[in-house]
């Protein structure tokens, strides 16, 4: 259906390496694939989002790659920073709902 | 601009009262959503709509009622608070379904 599964749960690494964090969807109708990131106590923002036509997008440190075929995308984080420390959520959107994953949190030790 | 303004930031009801959660947007968007955060569990849509005057369910509508009336607002009501719904609740608005969700600060309600 419209589930979207989000891996890991927890996720840490050193300052300056890379994380990646995946999502899959099952609903071949969803075109509009965002990542959220909420700092504790505070509301999600948007940080990046891509559609269905667009195989990658970048900005700046953050790129997230979607594969239409296996219905998976990814959101990468470049050179982390300790601020970069948050939980992110994937969400899938089609017809007029937005479906978001569990979340994962991220934490970048010095 | 306010953004979206949501009201009140903190509450806490006994079982069985009701309550409405108020939620306004000065973006003229039309698209807003109710979403409510438990731990380890992300957000889960409960109720949105496309415009004045449409509501729709989302993944856990039971309990809750919303209503429409204008572009800016759109309130979330609890009909028989129930522990269950002790939760972090947060409305977001958008011009359409794929374009950023601005969310508002949250509503942290307690049901004892």
């Known amino acids: 259906g419209e589930n979207v599964e989000q891996h890991p749960s927890t996720l840490s690494v050193q300052e300056g390496d890379s994380a990646v964090i995946k999502c899959t969807y099952s609903?071949?109708?969803?075109?509009?694939f965002p990542w959220y990131k909420q700092e504790l106590g505070k509301r999600p923002q948007l940080i990046i989002d891509i559609r269905s036509n667009v195989g990658e997008k970048k900005d700046q440190r953050i790129a997230v790659t979607l594969n239409k075929t296996a219905k998976h995308f990814s959101l990468h984080i470049t050179e982390t920073q300790p601020e970069d420390s948050a939980v992110y959520f994937c969400?899938?959107?089609?017809?007029?709902?937005?479906?978001f994953g569990t979340g994962t949190q991220l934490k970048v030790e010095l | 601009n306010a953004g979206v303004t949501q009201t009140p930031k903190f509450q806490v009801l006994k079982t069985g009262q009701s309550m409405t959660l108020q939620c306004a947007q000065d973006m003229n968007h039309e698209y807003m959503s109710w979403y409510r955060q438990d731990p380890g569990m992300g957000l889960r849509l409960i109720h949105y709509?496309?415009?004045?005057?449409?509501?729709d369910q989302g993944e856990v509508p039971n309990g809750y009622n919303v209503s429409r009336s204008t572009t800016e607002d759109f309130p979330l009501r609890l009909l028989s608070a129930a522990p269950s719904q002790t939760s972090v609740y947060f409305c977001?608005?958008?011009?359409?379904?794929?374009?950023?969700?601005?969310f508002g600060d949250g509503t942290r309600l307690s049901i004892l």
């Open positions: 709509s496309v415009g004045a005057g449409i509501t």
């Open positions: 969400a899938r959107g089609g017809g007029n709902k937005l479906t």
């Open positions: 609903d071949s109708a969803s075109n509009y």
């Open positions: 977001a608005s958008s011009y359409s379904i794929r374009q950023p969700q601005h």
